[in-house]
């Protein structure tokens, strides 16, 4: 099936500082990339919706300018947490649908990133 | 009231035993259902889409009741393997095609 690369797959940072997280869609092209969180003992939710070479569409209660997604290119979307806190503190991942298939079934997943704000 | 909703257990079955999961969405207009699978601290991984005619797959089988909005999931044969969490999966038309997740059913299957 469909790869996606996520890196790095846990980061520690001091709080304030900044964090890029990347996920790479490795043997297709990949027209919409999803960011989730998913908070100890908690579901995914929904960050926001990339599409290449436009803005994302974030959801309700997740802020923009901490959270910037830039969506280059077919095959990479980062997500970089701005000035992280310890409450950003999270699991985060990313999700790719293949570009041209609207039928697809399947929401190829990410590795996953472990993020700790100390 | 949220849009997927799970039992978030856990359930502690023994192996051998049959076990199953219900979920309920509340938008009438979602388009596909699936579950997920995961592992703790893991990416989810797709189990099985979830088809109005019901579907299986060995000892797993889903079945879609959208009249009473809500999916199942029922597990034959319990293997120790079989312990994760299982995600109750949600994709909407329209747009991108939002896929919303359930908070998930934790099963545990014991020696």
């Known amino acids: 099936g469909a790869v996606v690369s996520q890196h790095p797959s846990w980061v520690i940072c001091k709080s304030g500082t900044s964090v890029k997280i990347e996920c790479r869609s490795l043997d297709f092209q990949a027209t919409t990339m999803f960011w989730y969180r998913q908070f100890p003992k908690q579901s995914l939710m929904l960050m926001a919706t990339s599409n290449e070479g436009s803005k994302a569409t974030y959801e309700q209660g997740v802020e923009k300018d901490k959270f910037l997604i830039n969506h280059a290119s077919l095959t990479l979307s980062t997500l970089t947490v701005t000035s992280a806190h310890p409450e950003d503190s999270s699991f985060y991942i990313c999700s790719a649908r293949v570009r041209g298939n609207r039928m697809v079934t399947e929401a190829f997943f990410g590795q996953g990133t472990r993020l700790t704000v100390v | 009231r949220k849009e997927v909703e799970q039992d978030p257990g856990p359930f502690n079955v023994p192996e051998g035993a049959t076990v199953a999961f219900n979920c309920t969405y509340s938008?009438?207009?979602?388009?596909?259902f699936f579950w997920y699978r995961q592992d703790c601290r893991k990416e989810p991984k797709l189990l099985m889409s979830?088809?109005?005619s019901g579907n299986e797959d060995g000892r797993f089988t889903a079945q879609l009741n959208r009249a009473s909005q809500y999916i199942s999931l029922l597990i034959r044969d319990s293997k120790l393997s079989d312990s994760a969490t299982y995600l109750c999966v949600v994709r909407f038309s329209g747009g991108y095609q939002k896929v919303t997740f359930g908070t998930g059913t934790k099963l545990q299957v014991i020696p």
């Open positions: 938008n009438s207009a979602s388009q596909s």
């Open positions: 979830v088809y109005s």
